[in-house]
């Protein structure tokens, strides 16, 4: 298959490229592509339609900010190299890791100038990472055509999450990050409405995932992913909490819901990403309560402040 036709497939065939997105597309003929595929994925994982007219659990207040707020600063700071311009304007970039290069072609990565480690990413998508560790060869070939293929296929079209087709696709190289064993735990807080609501502690990510809820006191919280086994321990408490909460606070504003992800390097607190919708907006919490409680700390805004702002 010609490098050609492949880049076309990706691009415009991914739209159909499932069940999920042809029920959307006959489902919901005239409707924006990214509501109806939000709507039928929601159906396929939760059983049930969205209510996106009287929203209550988590889920489905996530759906209605992806399919109400199109404001544009939305792409800007989910796009993993705009964030850093954010985040200088938020007086955070000394929390951004060490960029090593960018780049708009994956035939342009330079892997000869890079370091002996490093992270690869495609900054408008979601898990689009290459990690070099330490002495670890790499196949630079096989690079460029992943990277190459992440930077043509619309990420928009998996989720509904609309503004990943809104920024420009690049590769970055970040400083390679590790604590030790080749794993460096991450710090994923909540905000809702300015307020840290609780935070996800993920650590093991490549060698089977833990993961526990804390509370911003760093105490563990009543619930989990549907998907998660039980944790067992509370991990101990970062010196760098208060410093994530606030600068969480304040990379949040003027967003209801943001999720901002955060690493310790070294005793270095690092920004990772923000997230407008994680897990694209369909969190499966148990127990199953849980979904409308949290649904009940998240003020959604009112859609006339999102059409005037956009």
């Known amino acids: ?51 996106l007219e009287n929203p209550r659990t988590i889920s489905e207040k ?21 964030l850093r311009g ?22 342009d990565v330079d892997f000869g100038a890079l370091p002996d480690a490093y992270a690869l990413k495609v900054t408008n998508g979601s898990a689009w990472n290459v990690i070099k560790a330490p002495g670890q060869a790499i196949d630079e070939e096989a690079t460029r055509k992943r990277l190459d ?26 400083h390679y990050l590790d604590n030790g064993g080749g794993d460096i735990p991450d710090y994923k807080l909540f905000v809702f409405n300015g307020e840290t609501r609780f935070i996800q502690y993920c650590e093991t990510r490549y060698s089977g995932l833990r993961s526990i809820f804390m509370s911003p006191q760093w105490e563990p919280m009543p619930f989990t ?15 760098a909490l208060d ?20 690493y310790i390097n070294k005793g270095r607190l690092l920004l990772g990403e923000l997230s407008l919708n994680p897990v694209g907006g369909y969190t499966v919490f148990k127990p199953d309560e849980w979904n409308e409680k ?15 702002s956009s």
């Open 1 to 51: 298959m010609g490098k050609d036709f492949k880049a076309f497939m990706a691009r415009y065939v991914s739209g159909w490229r499932s069940s999920r997105h042809i029920e959307a597309r006959l489902r919901f003929p005239g409707m924006n592509f990214h509501e109806a595929l939000t709507r039928v994925t929601y159906k396929r994982i939760f059983g049930v339609w969205p209510d």
């Open 62 to 82: 996530m759906c209605w900010l992806k399919v109400n707020d199109k404001r544009p600063q939305n792409a800007v700071i989910t796009d993993k190299y705009r």
């Open 86 to 107: 954010y985040a200088e304007q938020n007086g955070l970039g000394h929390m951004m890791n060490e960029l090593h290069g960018v780049w708009d072609r994956a035939d």
């Open 149 to 174: 293929l992440w930077m043509k296929t619309d990420m928009s079209d998996h989720k509904g999450e609309w503004y990943y087709a809104a920024s420009p696709a690049r590769i970055i190289a970040e």
């Open 225 to 239: 992913y549907a998907v998660f086994a039980p944790y067992g321990p509370p991990p101990p408490r970062p010196e």
């Open 243 to 262: 410093e994530m909460i606030e600068a969480a606070k304040t990379l949040s504003q003027g967003f209801a819901l943001v999720r901002a992800d955060f």
């Open 294 to 308: 949290i649904g009940d700390w998240l003020e959604l805004p009112d859609k006339a402040t999102l059409t005037a």
